[in-house]
Every structure is written in structure tokens, then in C-alpha cells.
């Protein structure tokens, strides 16, 4: 089955605790992305990546880290999470040349 | 002003009635458009996805594009109880993989 898979699905942890958020998909596609996706103000994207060792900033991407070693994994790092980093995250890939395809969401809480 | 305008709702009709949900944007780039179906605890499901203005019909569902007013809609038709989810509507532009989200609209559909 065609699927991008997040772990975890849920997770709590205290301040500057570093933690990393898995993403995978079994698709072969190019493109990979996080979002986040808070009440009102919709889904941000965090960071991007085109391919293999290609990544760029999205719209807010302070506190955050990424890496694209290989094609089929994108994870998130948070180096010193912080309270206002409580937020659903969402994984996205996509061929470039269709829709997205998201990933399951991964809720996460900042102590 | 945001680049992407959708009313949050929330939309509440009876089972059968027909459900209207559209978008407004301001960025002319915006060549590909998309509409995303999300439940409650899950991830954007891609609903449907064109290109350019026209309109496109799968099975309940439509999507109108009019790139003149900036405009697109969704139409479901014979609307189920099953169909109660937030409407995502995103859009990006021909070289830039970037989406960009509306707020989503919650329907609640009344059996």
C-alpha cells in the first residue's frame, strides 16, 4: 500500500529535550515535506526537500532541523523543543507531477 | 491579507442536500489546485486535483477552477453523514512545489 508513515503518532516531552520525528514513504517520490497544523491558523509548512541531500526553509521554520540522506525518509529534528513547538505535524511526499500524499500526523506536546 | 481565503464555517446541512465550499486567492502563479478531505485525527486525504480553470467531476464530487475571478469550488452532491470532515482547499504555482493552504471548512452533515 502506498502510505507515508510518521512515528510517533503521539508524543509528550519537556523543554529543550531534543526528539525526532520519523517520516517514510514507500512511493519513491522526489518531494517530501513538513507542516504543521494549528486551531486557526491552518497548515504551515516547515521545511521541504526536492531530493536526496536538497532541502530548504518553508514558512516558519525556526527551531526546527531536517535531512534528506536517503529518498525515502525525511525526519524532523527539534533540537531544544520549546512550548510554543505543541502542535500536530503532518509529512507530506509527493512525484511532482499529482497531489500530496500526508502522512497519518504526529501530536505532539511541549512541557 | 492571506494568500489563501476560505471560510472556517462551520457548514451544517441535512443528508442528500448539496455541500458548497469554495476559496479565493490572490497569487495569479497558482496553476495546480487541490482539494483535501480531513477527519477528525487523521491526515488531509486528496479529494480531487486540476489543473488550470475548467472543471473537473469524480463520482459526488466537483471541482470548478475560474483562474479569472481567482476563484475554485467544491460540490458534493447526495451528501452522506460520512462526507462530515474539514474541507482543505491548497493551490501552488507550475515550478514551485510549495502548497499553499486555506483554513479548511468543518461540514457537518445531518442524517
Known amino acids: 500500500e502506498a502510505q507515508v508513515t510518521q512515528n510517533p503518532r503521539y508524543l509528550i516531552t519537556v523543554t529543550g529535550k531534543k526528539l525526532t520525528v520519523t517520516c517514510s514513504q514507500n512511493?519513491?517520490?522526489?518531494?517530501m515535506s513538513w507542516y504543521r497544523q494549528d486551531p486557526g491558523l491552518g497548515l504551515r509548512q516547515i521545511y521541504y526537500?526536492?531530493?536526496?541531500?536538497?532541502?530548504d526553509k518553508g514558512d516558519v521554520p525556526e527551531g526546527y532541523k531536517v535531512s534528506r540522506k536517503e529518498k525515502r525518509n525525511f525526519p524532523l529534528i527539534l533540537e531544544s523543543p520549546s512550548p510554543n513547538q505543541t502542535s500536530l505535524y503532518f509529512c507530506?511526499?509527493?512525484?511532482?507531477?499529482?497531489?500530496?500524499?500526508f502522512g497519518s500526523g504526529t501530536r505532539l506536546t511541549v512541557v | 491579507q492571506k494568500e489563501v481565503e476560505q471560510d472556517p464555517g462551520p457548514l451544517s446541512v441535512p443528508e442528500g442536500a448539496i455541500v458548497s465550499l469554495n476559496c479565493t486567492y490572490s497569487?495569479?502563479?497558482?496553476?495546480?489546485f487541490m482539494w483535501y478531505r480531513q477527519y477528525s485525527r487523521k491526515g488531509p486525504e486528496l479529494l480531487m486535483y486540476t489543473y488550470s480553470s475548467g472543471n473537473k467531476e469524480d463520482g459526488r464530487f466537483t471541482a470548478q477552477v475560474d483562474k479569472s475571478s481567482k476563484y475554485i469550488s467544491l460540490f458534493i452532491r447526495d451528501s452522506q453523514p460520512s462526507d462530515s470532515a474539514t474541507y482543505l482547499c491548497?493551490?501552488?504555482?507550475?515550478?514551485?512545489?510549495?502548497?499553499?493552504f486555506g483554513a479548511g471548512t468543518t461540514v457537518t452533515v445531518r442524517a
Open positions: 512511493m519513491n517520490h522526489e518531494y
Open positions: 497569487n495569479s502563479a497558482f496553476q495546480y
Open positions: 526537500s526536492m531530493n536526496v541531500e536538497v532541502t
Open positions: 491548497a493551490m501552488r504555482g507550475s515550478n514551485d512545489y510549495k502548497l499553499s
Open positions: 507530506a511526499s509527493s512525484s511532482g507531477r499529482g497531489g500530496y500524499t
